[in-house]
């Protein structure tokens, strides 16, 4: 991110290009993105086992107070789609792949950095719900902010080092040093600040009495974003450093560079130092850098002023946004994922923590994504066919795709993937989509999840989507999920609710806390990762669906549904053959609540489908060690009574029949097998809508009036 190497030489011991700033009482454009990346990072929350959403609120949540008791008036800023230009693909593609290590290196229990799938989601909503005034850009989010630190003569928040660069007269406190956890005191006026340090590109430039325009072709030189001129930074600048320098090769380059009175004379000597059939490229990519750090006015300070739609939104690629997408995508409202999806047709899946050896995550959520991608490109697109911006034809008149970009294995890949409709989706054109009645709005939804309407009385408002996803990720999910894993997933999601609560906190899961006592790590069970894996990516497709059709459900919130370590703690000691009661104070509000999402996820799988699904527990035999039963149902006799409590209360008969066990058994081996053999086309989806019919087909409340994606 930004101009390489240039932040740790401005940062360097022997420098002293930062200054300190009793911060207070002023206008802050913060780097959203940049924000909560560096955050969750710097407050070591869990990356293994899938996020700690709770915890990473509770970090924000004091983040903006602490702001709010200093006076400082936050105006947040996230990025959009990627860039219409297409000139900063490759970077992109390159990050994608340093991802995909990164996920694989923590998978295998070695150290790296990887954001969970659900930190925007849930950055978003928070900032929403603390009324703080954000802005989701349409395209790459650097540029728009700092021309509004400009306008607005106030400090940009961030750590990319392309602020380094921008001539910003109120200048640039890195995240780094914005000592926010501890406020201090101005003793003379008892008024509260944040101490900070301070960097301007004009103080910097004068320390090495040079032109603050050339900066930019410094930029340039070392490589950014966006331009990468190997050839000239592998000169030998050092030459024109002091002696024994820390950074000798930027410190010379910046020394060579001060001699220039401006960009045009430093240009022309640099070309004198490119071979000749490299100059004509060299000079371009050097008079693109200097254009990507000017500054004119942007659209920031309207839309935050006004809700004002910028002009851009309305000419050229993006001008394919249908109007009434464009304030609520400018809001943080809707996923910049279609943004992607409409003008570039590709877009970039999130890659987790998961087991490298199967199938990505994300194609589980795959028809999800056809459902999006068809409401975007099935319809009729006026607006493309004025601008002759037709959606890309890969192959056939009436089939679009969008080129996903995910992994196989520890590799990126891609593929096309086709965009469909369901048969409520027919006549439903996306310039019009946000005036579709509800209840076709919601049957989009309840199609692609595979949720009939009928059953939509028995759940609660509140409660729907997240166990509609968890529905069809117990459908879908390869290897299919256990019990002990639904239930692990059904107790996070109760904690989640009451977490906040001090008495939740100690009566719920005591035992398994007081089990973990002198732990220092978590283990990552690779299958239970690739599960919750799995149920995150179709949660974050859902939650993109929901929005796209104007909230049909209640959108839930997003750091209550889910805490990594807990739920990896929780499936393992169900494993151990800890009982579901001891973890829940019987007669209590925690006990009613699971036994609620309990009974809504029975309604809607079936009472046989809980049954039948393997119980994911270990088993002691006499004198042996512990043996895994989590890939086939053990002997009805040595199970566990863990589940009877919750389970057999309502279901009048709780014997497996060993016919429908060992059919059940055949059925799934013969299902892992089609999944290993079968390419991961489009063929997948018709292959997994087809399995939920069958494995649904007994359940009285599935009655597909609409059928799923029939």
Sequence with gaps: MGVLGLRTFIESSNRNDLRSWAFRDNRLIIDGCNLYYTLYFDCNLDQMHGGDYDAFEEVIIRFFENLRDCDIHPYVVLDGGADHTDKKWDTLRKRKQEKIRAASALSAGKRAKVLPILIKNVFRQLLHKLKVPLIQCLEEADWEIAALAKEWNCP?????????????????????HFLWKNMKVNRRTNKKFIQAKHFTVGKFCESFRMNPELLPILATILGNDYVKLQNIKSLDWEKYSVP???????HGLLNWLSQFPGPDAAVSALLKLTRNNEKPLVQEALSKGIQEYKLISGYLAQFFHSKTIPRTASTGPLQVLPKWTLR??????ISSSIIDALVHQRVSLTIQVEDFQLPCSSETSRPIRQVIYGLLLLGEQHTADKLEL?????????????????????????????????????GLQLETLWKEPHNVRLQVLLDTLCVSSEILREIQPALQLQLFVTHYWLVNAQPPPSQVHLWGLLLGMVYGQFSSTPQTQRDMLLKIKKLQTGRKRISLEHETAHLYSQWQSCLMWSLCLNRLLCFPVSEPEVAR????????????????????PSLLVKG????????????AVVSLVGEDFIKKMRTGLKHRAAGKTQKDYSGQNPPIDELSSCFEHLMCEDIDDCEDDDDDNDLNGKRRKSKAKDHKTENPDVSYTIRTRHKAKARNAD??????TRGCFD
């Design 156 to 176: 940009v928040l961030s750590n990319d080092s392309d602020f380094y660069v921008f001539n910003l007269t109120a200048g640039l406190l890195p995240i780094t």
């Design 244 to 250: 024994d320098t820390e950074h000798a090769q930027i």
């Design 328 to 333: 609520l995508l400018l809001e943080g409202k």
């Design 390 to 426: 037709a959606i890309k034809t890969f192959t056939g008149r009436s089939k679009h795709y969008v080129e996903e970009y995910g992994r196989q294995q520890s590799k990126l890949s891609s593929q096309k993937v086709e965009a469909i409709k369901t048969r409520v989706m027919e």
């Design 561 to 580: 549904l889910y805490r990594g370590k807990l739920v990896h703690q929780v499936v393992e000691e169900l494993r151990r053959g800890i009982t579901l």
């Design 588 to 599: 209590s509000s925690t006990e009613r609540l699971f036994k609620q999402l309990k009974d």
């Design 699 to 704: 359940h009285p409340s599935k009655k597909y």
